[in-house]
């Protein structure tokens, strides 16, 4: 079965860039109709979507998100990679990479569209 794991450092300063990396095992990151999503989830909030890549390679962006993040994907590797630069105390939380399967009724928001988790990964941005 498809399983994704998340990778990267526990721990960033302010004002550094944070980069994580999500390997997906069981299955290609090219298959289509789904999306292959980096959502967080801050300390007694909810979960958030942050960035998507499709199988096609399209890029999807939260609005919120935008100025400060980027995906990229590997498929030699069927890996993709989240970038979020310029962290502050507020982007502590846990980061998760998690399947989305396609469904127009449904935004990226829409955290039941999403059928395999990694198992998250706890960043803390502090100096």
């Known amino acids: 079965q498809v399983q994704l794991q998340e990778s990267g450092p526990g721990l960033v300063k302010p004002s550094q860039t944070l980069s994580l990396t999500c390997t997906v095992s069981?299955?290609?990151?090219?298959?289509?109709?789904?999306?292959w999503t980096w959502l967080r989830q801050p300390p007694g909030k909810g979960r958030e979507w942050m960035v998507a890549?499709?199988?096609?390679?399209?890029?999807y962006y939260n609005p919120s998100f935008r100025s400060r993040t980027s995906i990229s994907a590997d498929t030699s590797r069927n890996q993709f990679t989240l970038q979020l630069t310029s962290v502050t105390p507020e982007d502590t939380a846990v980061y998760y990479c998690?399947?989305?399967?396609?469904?127009?009724?449904?935004?990226?928001?829409?955290?039941?569209?999403?059928?395999?988790w990694g198992q998250g990964i706890q960043v803390t941005v502090s100096s």
């Open positions: 998690a399947r989305r399967t396609e469904d127009p009724k449904y935004g990226f928001s829409y955290i039941p569209q999403y059928d395999i």
């Open positions: 069981g299955g290609s990151i090219t298959t289509s109709s789904y999306y």
């Open positions: 890549v499709g199988s096609s390679g399209k890029k």
